[in-house]
């Protein structure tokens, strides 16, 4: 059962921290502006909010577990990449200098695309919908919002994407065949990776018991050490210009791996969860700080700085917990 009302605050944490998390935390906005309505707003809405909550409630609703979640994520960088900002496709503005003509394969940038889907998968999706989960263990295995409810998200999401890159720059700059190949391409990962995610079901459960205080540094330093190895890493392989199929090769060796050792028995400690995508938020936090002092941007370095001291804290907080979380609060 559901009740939208009581459930008012996770929804809101949760619309809010999925959008800062990627936007504020990648630096792709400074934190003074996150906030503003022009820019919170839209995210709440039309980019982040409302389709990870509706991710979330699938997920929920299905018993769908991290790989699956994850899986999902990769579907929402479809809908975030692909069919509004449309940076997956050359000509158009990368986000990423280092990407933007490296691989390219019908005008799509395919080092890129499996890059930031990834990200996408681990920062705007598993991250945020774990974090709010430990929030608020008593409502983290329950849906928060009506089927119908979620149903009526979504679909208008996804008509507004479709719509969007239907009209978008993509469809202006390129020739019919090849943006037909864009559309077809968008389509067919969005399907398959659904139903990847869909038979990912049962794989690795969340469980809601605690894990001893100590044990929480080793899920924590997997994570740090997998953003350093799997973002940080392939993208000094791209911008070495190393052919891009050797960059695909060990990228994806990279993610097979961790997806395997993620999916090797049936549930996880909520708290191993979030100590693992805290380290990896750690790792791009780090990032965040080195990268604003050494090319001044001062608001990237605060905005790193505020970061890791949050996920310090939240740390803290998993190591001092003493007490079991209800069993079963998955996502």
């Not at 503005?93 to 996408?120: C, K, M, Q």
């Not at 794989?203 to 997997?222: E, H, K, M």
Request: glycine fraction near 8%; aromatic fraction near 12%; charged fraction near 10%.
């Amino acid at each position: 059962m559901t009740d939208l009302w009581r459930d008012w605050k996770p929804i809101l944490v949760l619309m809010v921290l999925a959008p800062f998390l990627a936007e504020v935390g990648s630096g792709a906005i400074p934190i003074t502006m996150f906030f503003l309505p022009g820019y919170l707003l839209p995210y709440m809405i039309f980019l982040y909010g409302v389709q990870i909550l509706v991710i979330r409630e699938v997920a929920v609703r299905r018993n769908i577990g991290l790989v699956g979640l994850w899986c999902l994520g990769l579907v929402y960088g479809i809908y975030n990449e692909a069919l509004l900002a449309e940076t997956l496709f050359a000509p158009l503005t990368s986000p990423l200098e280092t990407f933007a003509d490296y691989g390219l394969v019908a005008n799509l940038r395919v080092p890129f695309t499996v890059w930031i889907l990834a990200w996408h998968g681990l920062f705007s999706v598993l991250t945020p919908v774990l974090v709010v989960q430990r929030l608020f263990p008593d409502r983290a295995a329950r849906p928060w919002l009506p089927v119908r409810l979620t149903w009526v998200l979504g679909t208008l999401s996804i008509a507004f994407a479709v719509t969007h890159f239907l009209m978008g720059e993509d469809r202006q700059v390129q020739d019919g065949s090849t943006f037909a190949i864009h559309l077809a391409l968008v389509v067919a990962a969005a399907v398959a990776v659904c139903a990847v995610a869909m038979k990912a079901a049962p794989a690795r459960r969340v469980a809601g018991l605690d894990q001893s205080p100590g044990s929480l540094w080793q899920p924590f330093t997997v994570g740090a050490a997998l953003y350093a190895v799997l973002f940080v890493g392939t993208e000094v392989l791209a911008d070495s210009a190393v052919p891009w199929l050797l960059f695909m090769v060990f990228f994806l060796l990279i993610l097979i791996v961790a997806l395997w050792a993620v999916g090797r028995a049936p549930a996880v400690a909520l708290d191993t969860a979030v100590a693992f995508v805290l380290g990896a938020g750690a790792g791009q936090s780090v990032l965040g700080i080195v990268f604003g002092i050494v090319i001044g941007q001062i608001l990237w370095a605060v905005a790193g700085l505020l970061f890791t001291a949050a996920i310090g804290v939240m740390l803290t907080r998993l190591r001092r917990s003493g007490r079991a979380l209800p069993h079963g609060s998955a996502p």
